[in-house]
């Protein structure tokens, strides 16, 4: 660090000194280690078994971009095929009602299809099917691969020669077609066109031990986010048991993570709920140390009750990156152009500094950016230190000294988690900040950290590096896990039964 730069740091540490009022500390309790019943806890033999899914990828065109989610269910789903259970998978995708509302207001297109679980069902079917060991029942008339094109949501093209002449024989009409097509088991798996009602009723009753029906889209009927408990109780007359294994959706009290479990005798955890809620547990209630925690993203406001809770928790280090350290360095004085910075929360990015240094948590902000020029984003890419940084430039990912000065910090940490990307990632070269951090996360761990990554573009960063294996634990939750983190309750787990 040059001398410059150590006199500013001393300036602004005078100045933490002499104008701060101590704060008060943060109150919030941490969720104690939650002893909920997992689906090996209970007899799930021939039993209808209602899991609760967090299927919410992303789709373009029909075809699953990032299938993270989906694998992290399979071992429950396996699982509850080879105890003989009669398996009705529910999820969310995507906020179809929340849409079409902004749409309608806006006079913008609707798209209905970007909302339908129906490319899910496609995709379980080709890659879950032929894996395991259940011969199809009767009823299936075509093994799967066989009828690949078969139910693909959009009428009746690419039918069996075997089914078409059925069809004709029967002379359907489309809605009836569209049933049969539905009733079809291909493989041990079908699909509903709705998640309630008589006809999903008669679906689950055609269900054998070891087969499957994926559910439409929950949050087509808004009594699924309202968790209202007329609907609550109509997804709780499908079945005899119910597991959530959707930590994704784990923070909101919904009919199908909450209100269901009203209704029903068994409400017990899944597997990779139960592996997500042991590795956040772990790290939060007894992490071993050094604990660095590693935070990014844009928004402070949504990350202020993490940072709270990570600094009464003692965390060793938090590391702030991203576009939210801008807030941090806007409240110290320092001008930072026009990087997003959110001007609400200076007060309370101050707050939280105070906070660290009474807790003796070493607060780590970067100290170079990559920034470009707003009149010309294009050429005028360069690393600069915070300090330089004028009024016409934008901060858009940390700098190579951060990326050290990170690294330096991560080195023999014992537990490490991180929620958020250094930068602008989605836009190249700005996601080499973000990159760099996994690669450190990854070496960490290989070191023999034990390493934690929530989020959304931070799991991305992980994935684009082909890091995954390399991480401890990859959370499929982002609020979820920012709320766990936060020391919050998450009503999913709270409505699950207690061992
Ligand atoms: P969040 O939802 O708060 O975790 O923020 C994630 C978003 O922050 C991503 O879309 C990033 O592109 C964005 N982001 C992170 N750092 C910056 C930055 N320096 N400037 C602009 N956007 C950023």
């Known amino acids: ?87 009705i998978l529910a999820s969310h995708l995507g906020r179809p009602l929340k849409d079409k509302e902004k749409a309608e207001e806006k ?90 009602g008589d006809k999903v009723k008669q679906k689950v009753e055609n269900l054998k031990k070891g087969e499957v029906l994926l559910l439409e889209n929950l949050r087509l009927h808004a009594e699924e986010e ?30 199908s993570t909450d209100g269901i479990t009203k209704f029903v005798n068994d409400s017990v955890a899944g597997l990779l709920m139960e592996k997500e809620l042991n590795f956040l547990s772990k790290a939060l209630n007894d992490p071993e140390r050094p604990f660095v925690a590693i935070l990014g993203g844009a928004k402070v406001s949504d990350k202020i009750p993490v940072i709270e809770s990570l600094i009464e928790r003692k965390v060793d280090k938090l590391l702030i990156g991203g576009a939210m350290a801008y807030t941090f ?23 939280v500094e105070q906070m660290a240094h009474e807790h003796g948590v070493e607060l780590i902000l970067p100290t170079d950016h990559q920034v470009v020029d707003s009149y010309d984003p294009l050429n005028s890419r360069k690393t600069i230190p915070i300090e330089f940084t004028n009024k016409g430039l934008v901060g858009l990912d940390i700098g190579i000294e951060t990326i050290q000065i990170f690294r330096q910090a991560l080195e023999g940490a014992k537990t490490i988690v991180w929620n958020g990307p250094m930068g602008m990632f989605e836009e190249k070269p700005f996601d080499e900040g973000t990159i760099a951090i996994a690669n450190a996360v990854a ?34 939750g982002g609020g979820a896990t920012l709320e766990f983190l936060a020391g919050e309750e998450l009503p999913g787990v709270a409505a699950l039964d207690d061992k």
């Open 329 to 351: 360095f806007k409240a110290k004085g320092y001008t930072i152009g026009k990087s997003l910075v959110e001007d609400a929360m200076m007060p309370k990015a101050l707050e």
């Open 107 to 196: 006079g913008m297109p609707y798209d209905a299809n970007k909302y339908s679980l129906k490319p899910v069902y496609e995709y379980l079917r080709q890659i879950f099917v032929p894996e395991n060991s259940i011969k199809p029942n009767e009823k299936n008339l075509e093994t799967p691969e066989a009828t690949s094109e078969f139910d693909n949501g959009h009428g009746n093209s690419g039918l069996t020669p075997q089914l078409q002449k059925r069809v004709d024989m029967l002379q359907m009409n489309s809605s009836e077609l569209e049933d049969l097509i539905q009733n079809q088991m291909h493989g041990q798996i079908c699909f509903a066109n709705d998640c309630v």
């Open 226 to 255: 309202a968790n209202d408990k007329g609907f609550a109780k109509q997804l709780a007359e499908l079945c005899d048991v119910y597991v959530n294994d959707a930590f994704g959706a784990a923070h909101r009290a919904h009919a």
């Open 443 to 476: 070496d960490v761990t290989a070191a023999g950290a034990t390493s934690i990554v929530g989020g959304g573009d931070s799991v991305s960063a992980i994935n684009q590096a082909n890091l995954d294996d390399k991480i401890s634990h990859i959370s499929t």
């Open 1 to 87: 660090m040059d001398k410059k730069r150590l006199e500013n740091r001393m300036v602004f540490l005078v100045f933490l000194l002499v104008f701060f009022i101590p704060v008060k500390s943060c109150k919030k309790s941490f969720q104690r280690f939650m002893n909920k019943k997992t689906i090996k806890d209970i007899d799930i033999k021939g039993k209808r078994v209602f899991i609760r899914v967090d299927f919410n990828v992303p789709i373009k065109n029909g075809k699953i971009e990032d299938d993270t989610r989906i694998q992290g269910a399979m071992s429950t789903i396996k699982y509850a095929i080879e105890e003989g259970a009669k398996i």
